[in-house]
């Protein structure tokens, strides 16, 4: 019984109930107040007009007799008339002197003379009490003569609003309970329809997706109805389309997965396509900046070992011609020490020109070595830039450039020293493609020092006052094949691989600032010790 009682409190019925109830128990109580107040008013009210007239009648009805003092006619009269025991209207009357002693009472003699009721009292004497006792003066042609003293009651008044309050009350407690009756017909009505559409989403939830809600009605529920069935409508027709398509998934997955692995095939090979070409490109370029040190080393060694091939060429001419002077027996002590002098001259000339060519071949040689691999071994980086200085400052001499070398002394590395010559060989070579393209006088400044807390990297910064890049390529100049002189001697490698071989091979970071017009400088931080892990390009 609780449990019924608590949904039911707990329901859109029993919130209804109550709500109703509430409502029109507060506005019955208020229509009862407010007739009770009225009705009182009004009872009020004719007491009061009934006390006003009883007082006028009795006091042109007495005066005379008192005037003639023939109380005993009066007296006869008032018992005639009044009744102690009614329950409406005049009950006693009494005549009083100027000083208020008794001259005629129809009380009898074992009831006093109550006191009279203040008019202020007079609602309440009237409504509680049921007697009102009245004093007035007894007056004659405006002359008081003495007091007259009544009572009225209003018992039957008080009866006869009571009942009428009891008749309202029962009046108004039926049609409350009528409405209250109709009110929650109406919601059960409403409850009901909504308890129906709650089974239906539940049902709906556990997957009869087939439910309906039967419709009667114009009113708002039966257009929320009508949705109703049009959402599991939809519902199950979208449950439908996805059975249907789960059918089929497995074999559409299936379809999907041999066309991806295709894909993907494909996309496998020509991934490994372009890698290939990639590392041909980027062997291309080291190749190519290989045979423009061949070229550059070969058109300086031509000059020695050409003034080498001259003099000993000259020797051989002085040697035959002092051994002919010589069989001839013509040999004197001023050719031979001609002779000797031009000897010396020779091996000096011979002497120089070979260990120029021999310092050539060992820079070369030991550039060439590095570029082409990259096997990692110890090295002081001021003695690696004195081996790469000379092959670099060979491609300065027919233009008006200024090759700055300042590397500290201490820094020892144990790195990757082909990458890195490759690196600044290739920043060498970008300069003067790019940056001095069309001047012809111009520095490249190539620094290097300790960086960090700890001095455990190295900070090379290679600059140039050329004609600089523009903001909007700075973005790109490490993307590979992007460049500025496609076709005419630039293939959008150069910043790409050295880029790769910093930060991938050397375990670094590269990084460019340039402004137009005014140079280019790059900042390549490295550690000293190069990391093992890193992945080659």
């Not at 107040?37 to 006003?52: G, P, Q, W």
Request: proline share 2%; hydrophobic share 40%; glycine share 6%.
């Amino acid at each position: 019984m609780i449990v019924r009682l608590s949904r039911f409190f707990h329901s859109l019925i029993g919130y209804f109930s109550i709500t109703a109830a509430l409502s029109f128990s507060l506005l019955i109580a208020g229509v009862f107040y407010d007739g009770n107040r009225t009705l009182k008013t009004a009872v009020f009210e004719n007491v009061k007009s009934s006390i006003s007239q009883t007082s006028q009648i009795l006091n042109m009805t007495v005066s005379t007799y008192v005037i003639r003092n023939d109380l005993k006619t009066v007296k006869i009269f008032f018992s005639e008339m009044l009744d102690q025991h009614a329950e409406n209207g005049l009950i006693y009357v009494a005549i009083l002197d100027s000083e208020a002693k008794v001259l005629l009472s129809t009380l009898s003699s074992d009831n006093q003379l109550a006191l009279p009721t203040p008019e202020i009292e007079f609602e309440k004497a009237a409504l509680i009490d049921g007697v009102i006792h009245i004093r007035n003066p007894l007056l004659l042609a405006h002359r008081e003569m003495g007091y007259l003293q009544y009572g009225f009651s209003t018992k039957s008044l008080i009866n006869a609003t009571s009942r009428e309050q009891q008749r309202s009350l029962l009046r108004t407690s039926a049609i409350m309970l009528a409405t209250l009756i109709v009110t929650l017909f109406l919601g059960w009505r409403i409850s009901a329809r909504l308890k129906q559409m709650a089974r239906a989403s539940r049902a709906i939830v556990s997957g009869q997706y087939d439910q309906k809600i039967d419709i009667a009605g114009r009113d708002e529920l039966a257009a929320l109805g009508n949705d109703f069935n049009q959402m599991a409508f939809e519902i199950n027709k979208k449950i439908n389309e996805i059975t249907i398509l789960n059918q089929t998934l497995e074999q559409r997955v299936a379809q999907r997965t041999s066309e991806l692995e295709l894909s993907n095939r494909l996309l496998s090979d020509n991934l490994q396509y372009l890698k290939n070409t990639q590392t041909q490109l980027v062997n291309s370029e080291k190749l190519a900046s290989l045979g423009s040190l061949v070229a550059g080393v070969a058109h300086e060694l031509n000059t020695p070992i050409g003034n080498a091939l001259t003099v000993a060429t000259s020797l051989i001419d002085k040697v035959s011609q002092t051994q002919k002077e010589y069989e001839a027996g013509n040999l004197k002590k001023s050719l031979l020490e001609r002779h000797f002098n031009t000897l010396n001259e020779a091996s000096y000339l011979l002497t120089t020109n070979i260990l120029r060519a021999s310092e050539l071949i060992v820079s070369f040689k030991t550039i060439a070595v590095d570029q082409t691999s990259e096997l990692r071994r110890k090295f002081n980086l001021k003695k690696l830039m004195s081996e790469l200085e000379p092959t670099l400052r060979l491609q300065l001499k027919k233009r008006k450039l200024e090759l700055r070398v300042d590397i500290a002394d201490d820094i020892a590395m144990d790195s990757f020293p082909g990458p890195l010559t490759q690196v600044i060989f290739n920043l060498f070579n970008n300069s003067l493609l790019h940056a001095f393209d069309d001047m012809d006088e111009g520095e490249i400044d190539i620094r290097a020092s300790l960086f960090g807390l700890t001095q455990d990297h190295v900070l090379i910064s290679f600059s140039d006052n050329g004609a600089g890049i523009a903001e909007q390529n700075l973005v790109r100049v490490f993307d590979p094949f992007f460049t500025t002189k496609f076709g005419q001697g630039g293939s959008g490698l150069g910043l790409h691989i050295c880029h790769n071989l910093v930060e991938a091979v050397l375990g670094g970071s590269l990084k460019v600032f340039s402004e137009v017009g005014k140079g280019t400088r790059f900042e390549i931080l490295i550690p000293l010790y190069a990391p093992d892990n890193l992945k080659k390009p």
